[in-house]
C-alpha cells in the first residue's frame, strides 16, 4: 500500500440519490470503520460553482449535504469532515496543477464535454472556464492531502486517471512528492437512471431517474414501480433494466432475495413487479432510516457550524504543511504571515 489515506469529495447539489450512496457514500463509511485508513472527507462547493447556481442555495446545500454525510455515518470523531472553501489551499494548489496539466489532457475530458453540451441546449448558455478546469480541482483537492486512494463512482475514472497524469507530471518536473491516487470502486460502482436505464442515475435526468435518499415512502414506492424494465419474454437475456434493480437489491444487502430472483428469472419466469417491491421495500427500509437520522443531527444547527469549523481546522494544518512543500519545489516565496 503506498500509503493509507483516503480522500473522496462530493458536491453540495441539493439531495443525495442512491446513486451517490452506494456507488461513494457507503464506502466512504466503510473505509472509515476499518481503522486502517486515515480518512478525509470533503464537501466540494467550489465545485459546484462550476455552473450557474445561486448564492444562497448554495449555502443551504453545503450545509444540509455536510449533515447528510453525518446522517450516512460519517463520524467527525474518526474521519476529517470538512467544506472545500473553508480551507483556501485547494484553489491554490489548483492553480498550480493548472500549469502542469496540458490544455490537451482537459479536451479529452468526457465529462466537459458532456456538460457543456447539456449547458448548450439550455437558454442563455454560459460555459465557464471553471467547468472546463474541473478537474485540476480536483487533482487538487485529493493531493493536497497527498492520498493514495479515491473512494468514487464509476463516472470519476477519468477525473482519477487526470489526477494520477497530474501528480506523475509534477514529480518528473520538480521531483518526486506526490502518490498516484488509486479509485476504489464499491460492490456496484454505477447505479443506473430508473428510467433510462442505459444511463447513469443523476439528478440531470429528472426526478424520475432517480430516488432521493431522505425521500419519502411512497415516493419511493412510485418511482420503483415506474422503473424502465424489458419485456420479460423468456428466453431473451434480462436487460439492463432489470439488472440495475437486482443491484440495488444486493447493495441493500439483500443477496438471498437477489439470489431467487436471478433463479426464477433464469428459468423462465420473467415477471417484474414482485422485484420492484422488493427493492421498493429494501430502499424505504433505507430511507426512512436515514431520515429520521437527518432529522436528529440537523436539528442542532450550532453543533454542525462547529463540527465545520473544526474539520476545516485539522484540514487545513495538513493543506498548509503540503503547501509548504509545493512552493518550496515550484520556485515559490513563502507565504506572508
Ligand atoms: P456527485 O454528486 O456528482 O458529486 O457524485 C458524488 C459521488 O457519487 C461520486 O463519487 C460519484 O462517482 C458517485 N455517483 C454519482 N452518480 C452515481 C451513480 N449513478 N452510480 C454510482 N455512483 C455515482
Ligand atoms: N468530481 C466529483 C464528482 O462529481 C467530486 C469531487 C471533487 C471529488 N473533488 C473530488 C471526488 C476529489 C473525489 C476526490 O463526483
Redesign the pocket.
Known sequence: MTNNIVF?G??P?GDMHI??Y???VVNYVRLQNTGVYRTIYCVVDLHAMTVPYEPAVLRRNTEQMFIDLLACGLDPEKSIVFVQSMVPEHAELAWIFGCVCSYGDLTRQAQFKEKSEQLQGKQDAFISAGLFTYPVLQAADILLYRAAHVP?????KQHLELSRTIANRFNTQFGEYFPEPEMLATET???LALNEPTK???KSLGPKSYVGLFEDEQTVRSKVRAAVTDAGEAGTPLGEGARNLIGLLRACGKHDQADAFEREYAAGNRRYAPLKDAVADALIELTSGLRARREAIGADRARIRHLMQEGAEKARAIARATMKDVRALTGLPEHAQ
Open positions: 473522496s462530493i458536491q447539489t446513486g451517490n452506494f456507488g461513494a468514487v463512482g464509476q463516472d470519476q460502482p454505477k447505479i447513469k442515475m443523476s
